[in-house]
């Protein structure tokens, strides 16, 4: 399916239950902040939102990611979160993982020109922010290694692997992964101005009914000092987050660095700190991602929970999360933003609220009352471009009536 990712998680992540279409809210005609996040991502895994299909040429390519940057500032948005590691592999020249099968349709063939190079440069003369987005242990979305190109870590190193859900990811628990992840990933860092580095909501995959990620052996040669393996794995995702940190701040001193987890951390039912939510996956517990430790710690710049349901939704009302997350960032040096599903509004399939073109604008309006929201991102770009039943336009026309600066 090749719109995957976040839909169908966040889709599975629920419990089946009813859906109740949100209340009418009034749009917020006060001034708008003099700085704000209005982002939008533009995923390239399986070729979600660019390029269209791999293999075609580089003048194509660029053209349809010149498009797209083109969209965001006549949208008057002003940061592109751009997908440029999404399976173990690069969207840039890495010498340490091949270059992406999505652009050449062929892992490890250079597609003749820099798309992280060129996205940085082209959103910059736009006014935009670039973002840079990686995914830290996803290596494919089969199981068999040997269609990865000869030179992957992964093959070289086939103990880093761990085969689960039909896809292939690296072990978290390994020291010398994490070491390498963070490499690869500062290698970009340090050849471009990035404004900031992005991670998604993959630490730890998301649970699968009947099967166990095999870190056994990497438990017994590292978990001694934890009671858990819950416990051991989110320190793990714990030092990558930190690590990862440290290494930007030494290698390109004020770039950012924001995640964009999975909407609820924990639910009030298993913790009195948690949401008033009964979300069928929780972050702390599932993905082993703590992440209101980092928010409340500072040990990430921003934080972009995926608040991917409508207002009134009966599992994870948007209202409810929206208050929860401010709560949580209230007091705090992490901005937070929150993550919008634009892909839902129209979708077929949805319920009645996503067919209402004004529901986004609303979840804007709702947001904010809220001062700690610093403002929003949109998934994604192939629907800010498609916006079958104008949600996005509306937002603009409600919210986005003159041009803002990202807070820093």
Do not use: C
């Not at 069928?280 to 040990?299: I, N």
């Amino acid at each position: 399916m090749r719109r995957l990712s976040r839909r169908a998680f966040t889709t599975a992540a629920l419990s089946a239950l009813a859906m109740a279409p949100g209340p009418a809210v009034a749009v917020d005609r006060r001034p708008r902040a003099a700085a704000e996040m209005r982002g939008v991502w533009l995923a390239t895994v399986s070729n979600r939102d660019w390029p269209s299909r791999p293999g075609l040429p580089a003048h194509v390519q660029r053209k349809e990611l010149i498009a797209h940057l083109d969209r965001a500032a006549r949208d008057r948005l002003n940061t592109v979160i751009f997908q440029v590691r999404p399976t173990a592999d690069a969207l840039w020249p890495s010498p340490y993982e091949p270059w992406s099968e999505y652009l050449t349709g062929t892992q490890g063939r250079s597609p003749g020109w820099d798309p992280l190079g060129t996205a940085v440069r082209e959103a910059h003369a736009r006014g935009l922010e670039l973002h840079a987005w990686f995914n830290p242990y996803r290596i494919a979305n089969h199981t068999d290694p040997g269609r990865l190109a000869a030179s992957h870590p992964a093959r070289t190193h086939p103990d880093w692997a761990v085969p689960y859900g039909g896809r292939l990811y690296y072990n978290p628990g390994l020291p010398e992964v994490r070491a390498f992840v963070q490499r690869a990933i500062l290698d970009a860092v340090a050849r471009y101005p990035v404004d900031a580095v992005h991670f998604d909501d993959y630490f730890y995959p998301y649970p699968v009914p009947g099967q166990t990620f095999d870190d056994d052996d990497a438990y017994d040669r590292y978990g001694g000092d934890f009671s858990s393996r819950a416990g051991w794995r989110r320190d793990n995702v714990n030092r990558l987050v930190k690590g990862m940190a440290a290494g930007i701040r030494k290698v390109r001193p004020g770039t950012r660095f924001g995640i964009s987890p999975f909407g609820v951390w924990r639910n009030a039912s298993t913790d009195p700190r948690g949401s008033d939510t009964r979300a069928g996956a929780q972050t702390y517990d599932d993905l082993y991602a703590d992440t209101r430790t980092w928010v409340r710690s500072h040990w990430i710049d921003y934080i972009v929970p995926q608040l991917y349901w409508h207002i009134g939704f009966a599992a994870a009302d948007y209202a409810k999360l929206v208050a929860w997350w401010a709560a949580v960032a209230k007091g705090t040096k992490t901005h937070l933003y929150i993550g919008e599903a634009l892909y839902r509004a129209g979708a077929a399939g949805q319920p009645s609220a996503w067919q209402d073109p004004v529901e986004l604008s609303r979840h804007l309006t709702l947001a904010a009352g809220y001062p700690q929201v610093r403002g929003h991102v949109f998934f994604a770009a192939a629907d800010v471009a498609a916006d079958p039943i104008g949600a996005m336009s509306r937002v603009i026309t409600d919210h986005y009536g003159r041009s803002a600066k990202p807070p820093r």
